[in-house]
């Protein structure tokens, strides 16, 4: 089901919205678990190519275990807030994406997302990113939220 936007005129595009995937540093993962307990964690995560990585430990967890078959999810970020106390309000940007998510397919999924991490958070380390990646492959769970639908939101621009 998707909604419509009640103040239209904050809407972003989908490029804009995805500009602030791109900028933002952490976000918010939010999940269902199979007893039907919403569950939202914070992340670091890399957007490319339609895909938003995720990457964490083998052993399970809560977000591991709320994989399940096609599971959706939905990312926030929030990529200004500027509280405004005499004007009663906040500036502020955001966006979200909505698809499904799943293990990354095989190794090189794997390796790809863990390469988009390295880019986004250490790009200046390239050479000692991947060779932590090599080592901690095996023991790195990889996640892929597949983007179907991306909205966001601004009361910053004029």
Same mark, same amino acid.
């Given at each position: 089901m998707e909604f419509k936007m009640v103040r239209a005129k904050r809407e972003l595009g989908r490029e804009e919205a995805l500009a602030l995937f791109a900028s933002a540093s952490n976000a918010v993962l939010s999940t269902v678990d199979p007893d039907? !307990? @919403? %569950?939202?964690? @914070?992340? #670091?995560?890399? &957007? !490319?190519g339609g895909r938003i990585y995720l990457h964490g430990s083998m052993k399970g967890g809560h977000r591991l275990t709320n994989l399940g078959a096609g599971c959706r999810a939905c990312i926030t970020v929030v990529a200004q807030d500027d509280v405004q106390p005499a004007e009663f309000t906040t500036r502020y940007a955001s966006a979200m994406a909505f698809g =499904? &998510?799943? @293990?990354?397919? $095989? $190794? $090189?999924e794997k390796r790809a997302g863990l390469m988009a /991490? /390295? =880019?986004? %958070?250490a790009p200046g380390h390239m050479e000692a990113g991947i060779r932590y990646?090599?080592?901690? &492959? @095996?023991?790195? #769970?990889?996640?892929?939220?597949e983007i179907e639908r991306v909205s966001g939101k601004s009361n910053v621009r004029g």
């Open positions: 039907g !307990e @919403p %569950y939202g964690v @914070p992340i #670091s995560f890399a &957007l !490319e =499904r &998510l799943r @293990p990354a397919a $095989d $190794d $090189d /991490l /390295l =880019r986004k %958070y990646i090599a080592a901690a &492959l @095996p023991k790195t #769970s990889v996640t892929v939220l």
